[in-house]
């Protein structure tokens, strides 16, 4: 196979690193399993060793997402993605099995797994969130109860949900902030283009396919023109030709399956991070601030009447319910500039880590073009003298 | 699209493949080809130049401008010419056909709004260098069609041959008119037909029973290879729009450096030089192997008529009438069949000598071709794989 096993995406600046490597478990009366070792090496203090090991299961790291997803998505922080229970489908190709048996899926969903632990990992915050340091230390975890994984939904659909998302923004705020504008445009932009780039993998893939049969095809035709052929040096080299089709056959094949499965795997986790709407919870926190302030203001009016009515006790409740109001304000306004400024430093993080991926992608994907060239000379080069044995 | 003006140099390769006509004399006394070629809306207009230290012209050096009609009645004129059953008449060249290019250009002005300007820039370029790829190709199968004529000791001194090559005005000959197509039709039916109850024959001469049985299996396994390798390399043509298409929509997420383009233009080259060498080499001899197989079918035909004629003088010597005219008719046929069958030997040889050397020959340079261009290809990603990862 062309791809070799997946490098953890991230080696500068990282206080612990984590890999994965799958095994099967075998139960007495039920069906079989596959249990995941996931391996830390860290320095920092708030782990008790170095270096240690622990068993998940895929339902485990399910569970480890919703936690994060539900503590730190509504205070403007990136949460990575939950990894797909199916593998990561493109709507027009099928490439490769699905079967949960086969070893292509395995390494699939350990490469998913590890990726998704690695971005918790790099995550300042999160790395220090006590879910995570159980996830990663306790030989014991308690069973997740429920998994919210999305199975098999296609790119194109969380592409599309992501985009009614933004469309449905009903609240209309006062953007003051111009960063916040701009990062927004940014965002929708990169949906785009990340669109763009599934269709253009989808096509890519589908055309190298085509490709490959009608290689095939044409290799199987050389042959039989060979056969037919009644001059021997002619007819051995028409064989040869054939022959060296077939072979190159079989690398359209392989490359194809690396334009897929590189590509669709960056995709899939980058339209699931952008469908994160971090964007949407600072609305919400805005919005919240301004419903505050808008009561705080009937408080304040109701008081005001309640000043000529000689009703004191009710005076009294008022004047309390304004000081429970400012105070909630006052919170409003605190959670507003906390969400935007978590906002800020996660937007940050996620363009860096975002160039990064993508490289390492692109890096791989050449490593992949490279091999299919070396073949090819391979088979050339094995070629030439049977072309010049012609006599 | 605008018209194209293509000079063809005597230098540029490319222009020249007699790739697909390897023993050809460059003999002093007769040299053909064509010096310039222009592509008008419906119809191209071949400029073909002569060299020759022959009597029978005017001038040692002169062109003409033809159209392919023109070059389709110098053909027909040949098959149609009874002197020359005998020979394998050299394949008329195809007709040029850019419809499908065009149709592309077309697509892609529809298209226009949908991509950046950047973008439809770049697929114009690579749909205009397909076009003129094509362009290429036409004045490729003419030239050689010339060629082949001229390289022959007996087609090179046909007076219509020497018309087409010499005579300046226009020779007014249109295409077939619909009658005049089905005729051709119903002539082919009866041919194919006749095929069959020819070939059922038995040769005494075990060289041309070889031949037949070789050629009606190899013609057919040449078709299929033809059409096969035809339909892979226009995949592997798409394919190549489709990576360049790819490439631009990687530039938003990577600075991905100018290398990396590169290799996709080499890419375009491998398919180009695959046409040339594969597909247009069997298309050539899917053609050649058909004369050859009409050649063999003339044979056939004469071998019949003699065959009759024996018959007709043994039935007119029985019945002592007619014998003067059945012994006529029976040395005419005789003579016929002996004067085809002895050029037929040489030529079917000849044939297999060109066919041998025509393969080694591009076979060879195709691999050559794909070597370097491997090696071109592998270059420039080491080097652009270099760069992104020292940019750490």
């Known amino acids: 196979m062309l791809i070799k096993n997946c490098e953890p995406l991230v080696r500068a600046h990282i206080e612990a690193q984590v890999s994965l490597s799958a095994q099967t478990i075998a139960c007495d009366g039920m069906n079989a399993y596959m249990a995941y070792k996931v391996t830390t090496k860290t320095s920092l203090n708030l782990f008790n060793r170095n270096e240690f090991t622990v068993k998940r299961r895929f339902s485990d790291f399910l569970g480890l997402h919703s936690k994060l997803a539900s503590k730190y998505l509504h ?24 079967d949960l048996s086969s070893a292509e899926f395995v390494e699939k969903r350990r490469s998913a797994l590890e990726r998704y632990l690695m971005r918790t990992v790099n995550h300042p915050a999160l790395l220090k969130d006590p879910d995570v340091i159980q996830f990663l230390e306790s030989t014991e975890l308690p069973r997740a109860v429920s998994t919210q ?29 111009a960063w916040f504008e701009e990062k927004q445009q940014q965002f929708e932009n990169l949906d785009v283009q990340l669109r763009k780039l599934h269709a253009s993998v989808e096509s890519l893939v589908c055309h190298r396919k085509e490709l490959s049969v009608n290689t095939a095809s044409f290799a199987k035709s050389a042959a039989m023109l060979g056969n037919s052929e009644d001059h021997t040096a002619l007819s051995r080299a028409l064989s040869q030709l054939a022959e060296v089709e077939e072979k190159i056959d079989q690398l359209h094949q392989e490359q194809a399956y690396a334009d897929f499965y590189l590509f669709s795997e960056l995709l899939g986790d980058y339209v699931r991070l952008i469908t994160a709407g971090v964007f949407d919870h600072r609305m919400k926190t805005w919005s919240k601030w301004q419903d505050a302030q808008v009561m705080l203001q009937r408080k304040r009016e109701a008081e005001a009447k309640l ?23 006052q919170q409003g306004e605190r959670d507003f500039e906390q969400i935007s400024k978590n906002i800020r430093r996660e937007v940050g993080r996620f363009e860096k880590q975002r160039v990064k991926d993508f490289k390492v992608v692109i890096i791989k994907y050449l490593e992949s073009l490279v091999h299919t060239q070396q073949q090819l000379i391979k088979y050339w080069e094995a070629f030439l003298p049977e072309a010049k044995a012609i006599a | 699209p605008p018209s194209l003006h293509h000079k063809t140099s005597g230098s540029s390769k490319e222009s020249h493949p007699r790739a697909v006509n390897v023993d050809l004399q460059t003999d002093a006394t007769l040299q053909v080809d064509i010096s310039d070629a222009l592509s008008e809306r419906d119809k191209v207009k071949f400029t073909v130049h002569t060299k020759s230290t022959l009597p029978n012209f ?73 076009y003129l790829a094509i362009f290429k190709k036409t004045v490729a199968m003419h030239e050689v069609f010339l060629c082949r004529v001229a390289a ?64 009606l299996e190899y013609h057919n396994r040449v078709k299929d290879a033809s059409a096969k390798s035809d339909r892979m390399i226009r995949s592997h043509k798409t394919l190549c729009l489709m990576e360049t298409f790819f490439l631009f929509v990687c530039r938003f997420f990577l600075k991905v450096s100018e290398l990396f383009e590169k290799t996709r233009k080499i890419e375009a080259r491998v398919a180009a030089d695959e046409d040339l060498k594969l597909a247009d080499l069997l298309k050539y001899y899917l053609r050649e192997s058909q004369a050859a197989k009409d050649l063999l079918y003339r044979r056939g035909r004469a071998l019949v008529d003699y065959e009759n004629a024996n018959k007709a003088l043994d039935k007119a010597r029985a019945k002592n009438k007619d014998v003067l005219q059945a012994e006529t008719t ?8 002996e004067k085809i069958s002895e050029s037929a030997k040489q030529e079917l040889i000849d044939f297999k000598t060109r066919r041998v050397a025509a393969f080694r020959k591009n076979l060879v340079e195709l691999a050559e071709l794909e070597l370097k261009h491997a090696k071109g290809n592998l270059q420039l990603l080491q080097s652009c794989l270099a760069v992104l990862k020292g940019d750490t």
Request: a negative charge.
């Open chain 1, 75 to 98: 205070i403007g922080y990136i949460v990575p993605p939950a990894p797909e229970k199916s593998i990561v489908g493109m709507t027009k190709v099928k490439v490769g099995k699905e």
């Open chain 1, 149 to 177: 994984a999305l199975s098999g939904a296609g790119i194109l659909r969380m592409v599309n949900k992501a985009a009614e998302a933004v469309n449905k923004m009903t609240i209309k705020m006062n953007e003051s902030d």
């Open chain 1, 307 to 329: 000043q000529y009515a000689n009703k004191p006790d009710k005076l009294q409740q008022a004047k309390e319910e304004i000081k429970e109001w400012e105070a909630k304000v």
């Open chain 2, 58 to 130: 005017k001038q040692n050096e002169f062109s003409v401008v033809r159209q392919h009609e023109e070059f389709i009645w110098l053909h027909d004129s040949f098959v149609e010419n009874e002197e020359y059953a005998g020979f394998i008449i050299p394949p008329a060249p195809p007709r040029p056909d850019f419809d499908a290019s065009r149709e592309k250009l077309q697509k892609l002005g529809e298209g226009e709004g949908s991509m950046t300007k950047e973008e439809f820039t770049k697929m114009k370029q690579e749909l205009e260098a397909e």
């Open chain 2, 152 to 215: 022959h000791p007996v087609l090179r001194k046909d007076l219509n041959f020497h018309v087409f090559l010499e005579y300046n005005q226009d020779l007014s000959v249109r295409g077939k008119n619909k009658k005049e197509k089905l005729e051709d039709f119903f002539k082919n039916v009866v041919k194919s037909a006749d095929g069959v109850i020819v070939s059922g024959v038995k040769d005494v001469d075990d060289f041309f029973e070889h031949e037949k049985t070789f050629l």
């Open chain 2, 330 to 337: 029976q040395q005419v046929c005789c003579q016929k069949f």
